[in-house]
């Protein structure tokens, strides 16, 4: 595909549900990110996989919040027992390099909504 | 632990006129600094980044930021905003691989 694609654009879950998140990054990009955007605020860093290895997963707010990437293309955030404090856009985003200062490439989110 | 503070939570301006838009960093090693901005309705997009070398960075759009070390800013500017330059603006900086650190950005407006 031309860019990073993430689906559903639009996600409502009654509390305690479980909620899958996917991203499909720009093809061969080696490094994949997931921030989470709170209403009127920037992105926070929730993740980084560098192919199929996470690298870094100090962003995630709590052991209810899992990411997997497990051919190094295609990623999954999962939210165990959603809280209304998840509400939130989910950014994905992918870079080609591995190094400092890429550019990483954004997908348009994933709104979820926690009733 | 790196931070990014945009002084400015909204600009109104007219068209044609010049913007600033503000950032400040903190970090305690050497950093990587970005800007990017949002349209509605779609993903973030790259304006610019800093690396090293020239302070003066030109980006996309006719926008350009200045690195200034000394008071740890990073301020994005354009001399004549059109209105398509409506938009939501992030500063980001990044001192490890992945990991970046983005401000709570600024929402500029362009009156015509």
């Known amino acids: 595909g031309a860019g990073v694609s993430q689906s559903p654009r639009y996600k409502v879950a009654k509390r305690g549900q479980d909620v899958a998140l996917r991203c499909d990054p720009i093809s061969g990009h080696v490094s994949l990110f997931w921030y989470q955007q709170a209403l009127g605020q920037g992105p926070e860093f929730l993740t980084y996989f560098q192919n199929e290895a996470q690298l870094d997963k100090s962003g995630l707010p709590s052991d209810r919040f899992f990411a997997e990437r497990p051919e190094g293309s295609v990623s999954t955030l999962k939210i165990q027992r959603t809280q209304q404090e998840d509400s939130a856009v989910y950014l994905c985003a992918s870079s080609s390099e591995t190094g400092f200062g890429n550019e990483q490439f954004f997908g348009p989110g994933t709104r979820l909504t926690v009733l | 632990a790196q931070s990014v503070t945009q002084l400015d939570s909204q600009v109104p301006v007219f068209e044609e006129a010049p913007v600033e838009l503000r950032c400040n960093y903190s970090s305690s090693v050497s950093v990587y600094l970005f800007w990017y901005v949002q349209y509605p309705n779609q993903g973030l997009q790259l304006l610019l980044k800093?690396?090293?070398?020239?302070?003066l960075v030109k980006g996309i759009n006719g926008f350009e930021a200045e690195f200034n070390k000394s008071q740890t800013s990073f301020h994005l500017r354009k001399p004549s905003v059109h209105i398509s330059d409506t938009a939501e603006y992030f500063c980001a900086v990044s001192e490890s691989a992945g990991k970046s650190t983005f401000g709570d950005g600024t929402t500029l407006t362009v009156k015509p």
């Open positions: 800093y690396l090293s070398g020239s302070t």
